[in-house]
């Protein structure tokens, strides 16, 4: 079975524009989660979906919204960017929220 | 609050050597315990899960673990690492509902030399 994917890997935008960031589960998982990792740290937690539903929310702004589709793939947005917004941005997919698998990521570097 | 230590942010060591990575966690609530690891601009790997059951845990790759309630710590361990384990290890904890997030530790540094 594929694993989760990720699109773009790289993205390279300017401060105050918008960017989506997009996700597809595994085939079979329904919970897809969204982390933010900076260079040097740990992943941090954004948003978690579970059958198209909001089931968590991380200590991240109001800039940050993501959503699930029909199909379980997800999309993360960010509006305004930041300097700060520079991160490593990653996916990951369960069946029902806990053994989350991730995909390889999406780089975005703010300029 | 929840909170993963992992209390050495580099270990080198030569190959073949046993190596043992460290974590702690804070938490008042029961708990599943994870490492992952990542290597570089790659995401991030289950290498291996506690959820429930027998305290020690294999995973992939020859590593394996052990959760020690009483000591709150869930030591990662390989008896003989390779040149191909030079990576990032993360130990995360997750609350035992199911739906919650994924809480890291800082990451350990594994550099394996000849």
């Known amino acids: 079975d594929a694993g989760v994917t990720q699109s773009?890997?790289?993205?390279?935008?300017?401060?105050?524009?918008?960017?989506?960031?997009?996700?597809s589960p595994i085939s079979g998982h329904k919970s897809v989660s969204w982390y933010q990792q900076v260079l040097g740290q740990?992943?941090?937690?954004?948003?978690?979906?579970?059958?198209?539903?909001?089931?968590?929310?991380?200590?991240?702004?109001?800039?940050?919204s993501a959503r699930q589709f029909p199909n379980y793939s997800s999309e993360l947005n960010v509006n305004a960017l930041l300097?700060?917004?520079?991160?490593?941005?990653?996916?990951?997919?369960?069946?029902?929220?806990?053994?989350?698998?991730?995909?390889?990521?999406?780089?975005?570097t703010v300029t | 609050a929840q909170s993963v230590?992992?209390?050495?942010?580099q270990v080198p060591v030569f190959e073949e050597a046993p190596v043992e990575?460290?974590?702690?966690?804070?938490?008042?609530?029961?708990v599943y315990l994870f490492w992952y690891v990542q290597y570089p601009n790659q995401g991030?790997?289950?290498?291996?899960?506690?959820?429930?059951?027998?305290?020690l845990v294999k995973g992939i790759n020859g590593f394996e673990a052990e959760?020690?309630?009483?000591?709150?710590?869930?030591?990662?361990r390989k008896p003989s690492v390779h040149i191909s384990d030079t990576a990032e290890y993360f130990c995360a904890l997750q609350n035992d509902q199911a739906g919650t997030a994924l809480i890291f530790g800082k990451g350990t540094t594994l550099s394996v030399s000849s």
């Open chain 1, 42 to 64: 740990g992943p941090q937690f954004i948003f978690q979906y579970y059958e198209k539903e909001e089931r968590g929310r991380g200590n991240f702004p109001d800039r940050f």
């Open chain 2, 21 to 30: 990575l460290r974590c702690n966690y804070s938490s008042s609530v029961s």
């Open chain 2, 5 to 9: 230590t992992q209390l050495d942010s």
């Open chain 1, 8 to 23: 773009p890997t790289h993205l390279i935008k300017t401060r105050g524009q918008h960017v989506t960031l997009r996700c």
């Open chain 2, 67 to 76: 959760f020690n309630k009483s000591q709150t710590s869930f030591h990662l």
């Open chain 2, 44 to 55: 991030l790997q289950l290498l291996l899960k506690y959820l429930s059951g027998s305290t």
């Open chain 1, 83 to 108: 300097l700060g917004d520079s991160a490593l941005y990653l996916c990951a997919s369960s069946r029902q929220g806990y053994e989350q698998y991730f995909g390889p990521g999406t780089r975005l």
